[in-house]
């Protein structure tokens, strides 16, 4: 049977992004329909508002216009993370977005910088990053700025209010044809014999009917968990943090907004600070075994910019993924298809991917079990990846002060992170899995912002630093990266130029 209506149960920002993207099917497919269905009586979750650089693709694959859309949401850039506090108290380091200068002969230049300083180089490895060396400063502007072949690209991504992002998306989708339906789902039908869902039924009575389903319903899961009893893998033993409360604030001091995410971890747990135009956007997430919800706000109020603008916001959660994403004719996107919590900004990152890998699969002819095979092959995978990431910062850590982080220090891992750090320790190699969403400069940041030393390098790096001509395209790396970064302009001045909050 061909798909001649999609339905996307759930608003937000996963359901307004897919919204999005499907209406640009319906150009070449003016018959089909797509109605989301969201009510105004449920709150979305609303704090993920800090994105990373393939954010940008999606926004570009929209022909949304980034000063409009950067105006519209008060949105801010991003150039990395900083980290306060995970290895050792007192610590602090930027995982960029862009790459430890690049590769020279075909090998990783991390490798030629150990080499380098074990012959007496004090520089630090962050000179060679242009982001870390920007965010430092608080500096930013883009590679379309000074357009140099000669010089390395900013790699950026977005700080935005999520809330008002979904809303730009739903001025965007509507006017490409795409029906919202306000009300409260309150039945899912099932075929008897298939099991696909047929529709869904209104709190009013109506009712939706639909080929193809889009579960964005949040964590629940409605049509993925509640209708399809799909099941969900628990990784919290290895990602313990199960509560989150989100406060946003002024900036009452008058700062600049800064062009970087910050996360600093406390007692069982860490705190994010996602600066916009005109507020930042904070929270506090932990662990309810080590922290009442009473003293994780406490800390979180202690320590933030300015006034509060809301109530807490208190979250309940359970990091893992859906057994399934794709079960008969349901796919859930976001907080329905799992959750690793905001540590590296991926969530609003899997809700883009999982779009592209819909739009990528999707026959209108009709679903598959080839489809659902293969979106499930690969997100799987790419949750896996990615879950791995974030347990290494976790599991990096010298901290002995509180029970939290003595857990964490002497947690069980996944054998393919086992893997990745042992190598690390011993020879600096970092092997880049598949297409991973992570890169070599991503875990060598962590690992090393975390104290985990090379031990050694590629032998590769001695015959290749003894041409002279090598030793000075290093050193040509890091003048560049200073060039550039001397010559930006303060992030909050680049802002009022070029996307002044509306």
């Known amino acids: 049977m061909g798909i001649e209506r999609i339905v996307i149960v759930g608003g937000g920002t996963a359901g307004w992004m897919a919204a999005a993207a499907l209406s640009r099917l319906r150009t070449g497919h003016r018959d089909l329909e797509i109605v989301l269905v969201e009510s105004e009586q449920i709150g979305t979750v609303g704090v993920g508002e800090a994105t990373i650089p393939p954010f940008k693709d999606f926004n570009r694959l929209l022909e949304i216009d980034e000063r409009e859309m950067m105006a519209f949401v008060q949105g801010g850039f ?241 990091t893992g993924r859906r057994k399934k994403f794709w079960n008969r004719n349901v796919v859930a996107l976001g907080l329905a298809a799992g959750f690793m919590e905001p540590l590296e900004s991926t969530s609003i990152h899997l809700i883009n991917t999982g779009i592209t890998k819909l739009v990528a699969l999707l026959s209108l002819d009709g679903v598959t079990q080839a489809q659902e095979d293969a979106f499930n092959r690969l997100t799987g995978k790419e949750y896996d990846r990615i879950r791995d990431f974030l347990i290494l910062h ?42 991973e969403l992570f890169t070599e400069t991503s875990w060598a940041a962590v690992m090393m912002g975390q104290r985990i030393a090379m031990g050694g390098h590629n032998p590769m790096a001695e015959s290749i630093a003894a041409d002279p001509r090598v030793r000075g395209e290093f050193d040509e790396i890091e003048r560049s990266v200073r060039f550039v970064a001397e010559r930006m302009p303060a992030h909050g001045d680049y802002l009022r130029q070029y996307c002044p909050a509306a």
């Open 78 to 318: 991003k150039l990395g993370i900083q980290f306060v506090d995970w290895g050792q108290v007192g610590d602090s380091y930027i995982h960029p977005f862009g790459n430890y200068g690049y590769e020279i002969d075909g090998l990783s230049f991390h490798h030629l910088w150990h080499h380098y300083q074990a012959r007496g180089d004090n520089r630090p490895i962050q000179v060679f990053n242009l982001e870390t060396m920007a965010a430092y400063f608080g500096r930013f502007m883009r590679t379309e700025d000074y357009q140099r072949d000669d010089l390395p690209p900013v790699n950026y991504a977005y700080h935005i209010d999520a809330t008002t992002y979904a809303r730009f998306l739903r001025g965007y989708a509507e006017k490409r044809g795409v029906v919202r339906r306000e009300g409260k789902v309150a039945d899912v039908t099932l075929d008897g014999e298939t099991g696909h869902v047929t529709g869904i039924t209104m709190e009013d009575g109506e009712r939706v009917p639909g080929d193809l389903f889009v579960d964005c319903s949040g964590f629940r899961g409605l049509l993925i968990e509640q209708a399809l009893e799909t099941g969900y893998e628990d990784w919290s033993h290895y990602l313990p943090c199960n509560r989150a409360v989100a406060l946003p604030c002024a900036r009452e001091d008058g700062s600049p907004p800064l062009p970087y995410t910050r996360a600093t971890a406390h007692s069982a747990g860490w705190q994010w600070q996602v600066p916009l135009q005109r507020r930042n956007g904070n929270g506090h997430v932990y662990c309810s075994a080590f922290m009442e919800d009473q003293q994780a706000l406490d800390i979180l109020v202690g320590n933030i910019a300015g006034k509060p603008q809301a109530d807490p916001n208190f979250l309940r959660f359970t």
């Open 394 to 435: 976790y599991k990096a850590t010298e901290r002995t002060d509180s029970d939290f982080w003595n857990h964490c220090r002497t947690m069980d891992v996944p054998g393919s992170l086992a893997e990745k750090i042992g190598l690390f320790r011993a020879t600096g190699q970092i092997f880049r899995e598949d297409d």
